[in-house]
Each structure stands twice: as structure tokens, then as C-alpha cells.
């Protein structure tokens, strides 16, 4: 039948109209089905996590691209900006919606170490084309836990070279709150101290920022999957009706760049932990989900553990690290550390400074050892006695000089047996031009992690970027400093750290990952006035559990050490654990945690594991009493508790050394109740009888 003109226009009839309308509109539904942009003439479009708490909104106002985040039917985060200014001109400020599809995941996986062996990993995602009327396109992809939230860019490219001069990305939170954080400038390796203050009093800060955003609500905001990419910081600016717009500060080069790209761009993740207690953001994986699965098939030569060094020796002035009279890394007196830790249960010894370039403007190098000390007999002599010497390469800040060597350097690691290696950057600059957190930086220390994982070697980077998870990705990136350290603690003219440091680290600096803190120092004497642990011993013995390295360091010298009961709670304490449990906290106040062991830390267990929890529970300058209950023990089992608490009339300043173990058995009904004093604390081992 041949239509013809009428009143209907090309239509001979009102049906053969309607059927038409029928037909295109089935055409129109499937085409978009098959494409996956159902919405993509919608203004907006948004997504839920699985258990529909957090709702994220993505879409276009004014052209100009926007998401917002609303946490329990009440707004978290208000509408905030996406987008880039490239050296081409602007992403996201004239912009229409384009493809909009859909997925959901909920999958369990294990690491090979970490503070949980099994991790699950359930979201719902949201992608989101945002198109240009330039005709440049972006996308955007949320992905929304049940804790939180994520999100990153992908920028699509024709292999062509292009430079990402700002990102403009925002998080407006809906109103101020106090928060935890440490200052971008003028704080060198991100060793600072975490302060609290409103958070619209705060300069621009590093990540991760800690919030106490309501009585019952904290926020983390950080970053994940950081990867040829500068390190984002936050500058905080007050915004309209009391909210706090949280603008994106990315690390630059020297030139002002902040991201050199070619073709299709992915950034790192943006991320929020959201929880209703303190704890629960130190036990969100949410940053680690948000990074690609293992890239090594074979991790069975990635092995965890606890080790001792000559370090503390040199910072406390006693040993140096370049070459003379009182030289720490001889043959000599790193054999004496390997038998002390043959014989208490630690599986390695690090020694700083035993190759040439230290203190003499030498050139450095990592393929030949000081006269001194002769690796091969170190390395040979450790094996033999079960312990694996750990290799240390300082470059300060000469990024390029370990690039050069690296392969070379890591071969003849390899070759020697050595599995660990610490690696330092003591430099404001790399190379002398560029911030190690940026771009330049970025690329510098995945090279060195996938040259490493190459020749079977573990990384513990010292002034490191600040931790993203990548630890997934590629797990021989062990464990990082990025904090300021025990070694304050040595030499600072300001005191050393104070009190609260180091029960404020798990709630800001550890939500990144492991932390090389190096706890554990027995002796408190001094060679700065004032300058020491100010802590009690016990308080020592809980950092062990507390702060999470699965390559832990024992930090004090072998003599103090020696003859001292305090030290066997370390020689048992896994560094890899099962599951980890916070029984309570405060920020800046005090924290209890629980890790249960994991059945394959010793050597022939047949069970499933589980038969050791391990609790660190250490507070601030005030002392408190505290009830722990121990529920999470197995219902109807026997166990017997070893308690290394602070003893009678402990305390950090007068008597940092009363210390008192006690044995009590006890089942999951019980209570443990302890007595902390200031800057005190307890470490507690708990054992199933057989």
C-alpha cells in the first residue's frame, strides 16, 4: 500500500499513524536497550549502593556537568563540580548527557597479606557519558558501597599528547564539621602532626582527611588506584547556607602542569568512606576494591613478617651511617643482629648504610658495599640461620641515579636471596626539580615497585606519595613511611611526637594503608633534652598490634632487648592477619583493636586458623579505665589470655617503665578490664586451649 498525502500528513489514516508511532518507539526502546543509554536525554540520572543508604546523582545543569550525594534521604554532598581545564579549553562546562549503563558486582576475594584475608567487594556502578558541544567527551564512574563512594574520570583521546592543567572536580559538604588533617605546604613526606579544626578554617591538606561530620557519622575522603597521575590535595573554601566546598589541588609539575596524557585518560579513583563510628572507617575496603586485582599470579615468594635493624642505634647517635669508628653496617655487627634474630623469631635484619655515599658527597651506589662489610657473607650467613638480610637503597632524593641501577641493583638482590628492600628519598625535590607527589614522582615509584616485583623483592618505601591501595595491584609494595615516624622520637628539638600521635594515625594517616611507623623501642633514654617515646612500655608493645605493617619492625637496638620479658609478646605477634576487628576508639583519644591470626603464619597448621586473636588497646596523655569483651571469641571454647599491661603507678612521664604481665583464662562471655595510664596502654594475646 502506498501511503498518501492527507489532513494525517503522510499517513492515509489515523491507525496506520499510530502503528507507526508503535513500531519506531519499539525501534527507539531496543536500539537504546542494545546501547545501554536509556537515559541519555535525561538532565540526570542517579544510583544506589546495594542496601540503598547511599544515593549518587550525576547530571547537567546549566551545561554545566554536576554529582551529588544524599546519605540516608538527608544531603551529604550538595551539587559539586566535574571537570577538567586541559590546554585545549574546559570539560564538563558545556556539556550535554550522553550514554548512561549500568552494572553491579558482589564478589569475595583474598590478599595474600593485609588486615583481613578475605575481602568482599559489592557495589552498584554508574557510567556516565558527558559530551562536549566541542565535541570532546568524558565519562565519569561512580561506584557505590554500602560505605561509601567512589569515582573517576575517563578522558577519551585520539593518541594525541594533551595536558591536564586543572581538575576542577568539588565536594561540597552540606555543612562544616571538624576534621583531622595535615597541611600540603610546608609539610615535608607527610610528616606532620594531625590536628583537629573546623574544617573551613583549614589551609589546603593532604589526603587522607578525616571528618567528624556528625555525632554518628564519619567521613574519609582520600583517593585510590593513583597511577601516572599527580597526588590530589584539598583546599576547603565556605560556601552558600554554612556548606564547605572541598576544591581538587592537584601536585604540579615545576611548569605548572598538572598531568601529562596521551589518548584515553583514566584518573584515580575520588573516594568516601562513610561510617557511623570512628572504627568502622579503619575497616572499610573500600579503597582497595576500588584498585585492579593482583597483577602477580604467583605471590608464594611474598612473605610478611617481623624484623629487627641498625637504624635506632644511628638516630640515637650511637652508630653512624657512613664508614668510620662507629660504623653501624659492618660484617661484624650485622651478623650479631642476624643471631639475635635467629634466635627470637624475627625472619629479618635491615642495615642502613652499608653501601658508599653516605655523608662524603660520594656518588651513590647500590651494587657494591662499603669495605667494611661484605654483603655475600651477610647474606649467606643469614640464610644459613633462616633470616634474610633487607636491602636499603637511599638515594636522596636522586630518583634517576636508582632507576639507572635498579635492574642491575635488584638482580644481584635476587641472586643473594634478599627479598626486602627499603627504599628512600630524603630530598625536597626529586632530581632536584620536581615534588615527589607529582606526576614525575608518581611514575618514578611504580617503576621501581614493577622492576622489584620482577626480581621477587618487597618494597617498604620511605618518603613515599601517600598510599592509594595499589598494594592490591601489585602486593610486593609492602609497606610505607608517609608519617612521622618513631624516629622523632630520637632526635626532634621540639620533644618528639606527643601523646595523642599515634592514637590519632589509625583514624587519619593508616585509612591509606600499612604504615612503617617502627614501634617497639624499650629504652626511653635520651640525647635531646626531652626528646623520647613519651609513652609507656606497654603503650610500645600495643602500637605492635595497633599501627599495621605486615613488614613490622621491631625498631630498638638488639641490647635493649636483651633479657627483657616485654619482648615476648613481639616474638609471637603475627604481622598478616585473618580478620581485624576495632572494639572501640576516639580520635585523638584512644583505640583498642582485635586482629585474629592467620592459620598459614605457622609453619604445619592443619586448621582453618583463628585459634590466636592479638588486641592492642593504647590511649593519650590521660589515663582510662576500659572493659573489653571479648564476644568475638569462639562460643564454648577455652582460651587463655596473656595480658602485657601498664603496671602500678605507671605513667609516661615519671615511670614509663612498670609494666605487669598477668595469665587469666577466659571464653567469649568474659570481660577483660584494663587500667591505662597516661600515654599508656596494653598488648594481649589470646590463646584456645587445646
Request: with cysteine; hydrophobic share 35%; net charge negative.
Amino acid at each position: 500500500m502506498h501511503s498518501q498525502i492527507t489532513n494525517n500528513g503522510f499517513f492515509a489514516n489515523q491507525n496506520e499513524k499510530d502503528m507507526y508511532k508503535l513500531v519506531v518507539s519499539l525501534v527507539i526502546l531496543v536500539s537504546y536497550l542494545c546501547l545501554g543509554i536509556t537515559e541519555s536525554n535525561a538532565s540526570n540520572t542517579a544510583v544506589s549502593s546495594p542496601d540503598g543508604a547511599v544515593t549518587v546523582t550525576v547530571g547537567v545543569k546549566g551545561h554545566a556537568s554536576y554529582y551529588k550525594v544524599d546519605y540516608r534521604g538527608r544531603p551529604l554532598v550538595l551539587l559539586s563540580r566535574l571537570g577538567f581545564l586541559l590546554d585545549s579549553g574546559e570539560l564538563g562546562a558545556n556539556t550535554k548527557m550522553g550514554a548512561v549503563k549500568r552494572s553491579s558486582k558482589d564478589e569475595t576475594w583474598s590478599q595474600p597479606w593485609g588486615e583481613s584475608e578475605n575481602v568482599r567487594n559489592q557495589y552498584n556502578e554508574l557510567a556516565v557519558d558527558l559530551l562536549e558541544k566541542s565535541g570532546k567527551r568524558m565519562k565519569v564512574v561512580f561506584r557505590v558501597f554500602n560505605d561509601g563512594f567512589g569515582f573517576r574520570y575517563i578522558i577519551s583521546g585520539d593518541n594525541y599528547e594533551y595536558c591536564i592543567l586543572d581538575e576542577l572536580t568539588e565536594m561540597t559538604l552540606a555543612h562544616d564539621a571538624d576534621a583531622w588533617s595535615i597541611p600540603s605546604n610546608h609539610t615535608e613526606y607527610f610528616e606532620g602532626i594531625y590536628k583537629k579544626d573546623l574544617l573551613s578554617r583549614k589551609d589546603t591538606v593532604c589526603t587522607p582527611l578525616t571528618i567528624e561530620y556528625e555525632k554518628d557519622m564519619y567521613l574519609a575522603i582520600h583517593e585510590a588506584a593513583l597511577d601516572d597521575y599527580a597526588s590530589i590535595n584539598l583546599t576547603p573554601r565556605s560556601g552558600e547556607n554554612g556548606a564547605v566546598r572541598l576544591l581538587t589541588a592537584l601536585t604540579p609539575w615545576r611548569n605548572g602542569v598538572k598531568v601529562y596524557a596521551n589518548g584515553v585518560k583514566k584518573t584515580p579513583w575520588r573516594t568516601m568512606i562513610i561510617s557511623n563510628t570512628a572504627g568502622g572507617l579503619l575497616t572499610s575496603n573500600l579503597m582497595l576494591n576500588l584498585n585492579d586485582p593482583s597483577r602477580i599470579e604467583d605471590t608464594s615468594w611474598i612473605e610478611p613478617g617481623r624484623y629487627i635493624g641498625v637504624w635506632w642505634s644511628i638516630h640515637k647517635k650511637q652508630n653512624t651511617w657512613e664508614m668510620g669508628p662507629a660504623h653501624g653496617a659492618t660484617t661484624e655487627n650485622v651478623k650479631r643482629y642476624i643471631d639475635f634474630a635467629a634466635r627470637h623469631g624475627f625472619s629479618g635484619v635491615l642495615a642502613e648504610g652499608w653501601n658508599p655515599g653516605w655523608g662524603q658527597g660520594e656518588q651513590i651506589s647500590f651494587l657494591k658495599s662499603y669495605p667494611d662489610f661484605d654483603m655475600e657473607e651477610v647474606t649467606r650467613y643469614g640464610l644459613s640461620k633462616g633470616v634474610r638480610f633487607i636491602g636499603h637503597t637511599e638515594t636522596w632524593g636522586n630518583a634517576t641515579l636508582l632507576e639507572n641501577q635498579m635492574e642491575e641493583a635488584f638482580r644481584w638482590f635476587e641472586k643473594l636471596g634478599i627479598r626486602a628492600v627499603k627504599t628512600g628519598y630524603v630530598g625536597h625535590f626529586f632530581d632536584g626539580k620536581e615534588l615527589a607527589k607529582s606526576q614525575y614522582g608518581i611514575r618514578h615509584y611504580r617503576r621501581v615497585i614493577e622492576c622489584a616485583a620482577r626480581h621477587h623483592i618487597m618494597i617498604d618505601n620511605h618518603e613515599p606519595a601517600m598510599p592509594t591501595g595499589i598494594q592490591r595491584t601489585l602486593p610486593n609494595l609492602m609497606t610505607q613511611e608517609g608519617v612521622r615516624g618513631q624516629e622523632y622520637n630520637a632526635w626532634d628539638r621540639r620533644g618528639g611526637n606527643p601523646p595523642a600521635h599515634t592514637v590519632t594515625l589509625p583514624f587519619t594517616r593508616g585509612l591509606a594503608g600499612p604504615t612503617d611507623f617502627t614501634p617497639a623501642i624499650f629504652n626511653f633514654s635520651e640525647i635531646v633534652k626531652g626528646t623520647h617515646p613519651h609513652s609507656t612500655l606497654a603503650k610500645q608493645l600495643g602500637e605492635f598490634v595497633v599501627i599495621y605493617s605486615p613488614l613490622q619492625m621491631a625498631a630498638d637496638a638488639i641490647e635493649n632487648y636483651e633479657g627483657q620479658p616485654a619482648l615476648s609478646f613481639i616474638e609471637s605477634c603475627p604481622t598478616t592477619w585473618r580478620k581485624t576487628l576495632v572494639l572501640g576508639g576516639e580520635i585523638g583519644k584512644h583505640i583498642t583493636i582485635a586482629r585474629q591470626e592467620r592459620a598459614s603464619y605457622r609453619e604445619g597448621m592443619q586448621q582453618k586458623g583463628g585459634d590466636r586473636w592479638f588486641i592492642g588497646s593504647i590511649t593519650n596523655e590521660e589515663s582510662r579505665e576500659t572493659d573489653i569483651a571479648l564476644d568475638f571469641l569462639d562460643d564454648g571454647a577455652q582460651y587463655r589470655a596473656i595480658i602485657y599491661e601498664d603496671g602500678p603507678g605507671a605513667d609516661y612521664v615519671t615511670n614509663p617503665y612498670a609494666m605487669t604481665i598477668r595469665q587469666i583464662d577466659v571464653t567469649s562471655r568474659d570481660k577483660i578490664r584494663l587500667n591505662l595510664a597516661r600515654s599508656g596502654g596494653a598488648a594481649i594475646r589470646i590463646e584456645k586451649k587445646q
